[in-house]
């Protein structure tokens, strides 16, 4: 099992920029597939981006195509999350998550507390 501790939120105007850093610590951080969440108010947990164990293969949510980088460093034990371009609707408090692949969904496994991003218009 790995624990997670987010950091990185705050809030921005629309049109900046933040990174997310997730920090995992237990065994085997590299054997995990990575990702990040986010849930705004009233809504459900939503995908945003996952990275496969390596680094080498990443998908991401359509709504933050072109905008998000999802990176990690297995050395380091952490995943960030680029965010540019940001817009009021990417408001919400983000998760980081150990992950799997099920079918064509990424589900979450192990979740850190969140953080939240907050995009003033």
């Known amino acids: 099992q790995v624990q997670l501790v987010e950091s990185g939120g705050g809030l921005v105007q629309a049109g900046g920029s933040l990174r997310l850093s997730c920090a995992a610590s237990g065994r085997s951080f590299s054997s995990y597939h990575m990702g990040w969440f986010r849930q705004a108010p009233g809504k459900e947990r939503a995908f945003v981006a996952a990275?496969?164990?390596?680094?080498?293969?990443?998908n991401y949510a359509d709504s933050v195509k072109g905008r998000f980088t999802i990176s990690r460093d297995n050395a380091k034990n952490t995943v960030n999350l680029q965010m540019n371009s940001l817009k009021p609707e990417d408001t919400a408090v983000y998760y980081c998550?150990?992950?799997?692949?099920?079918?064509?969904?990424?589900?979450?496994?192990?979740w850190g507390q969140g953080t939240q991003v907050t995009v003033s218009s």
């Open positions: 998550a150990s992950v799997n692949l099920v079918g064509s969904n990424w589900l979450g496994v192990n």
């Open positions: 990275i496969w164990r390596s680094g080498g293969t990443r």
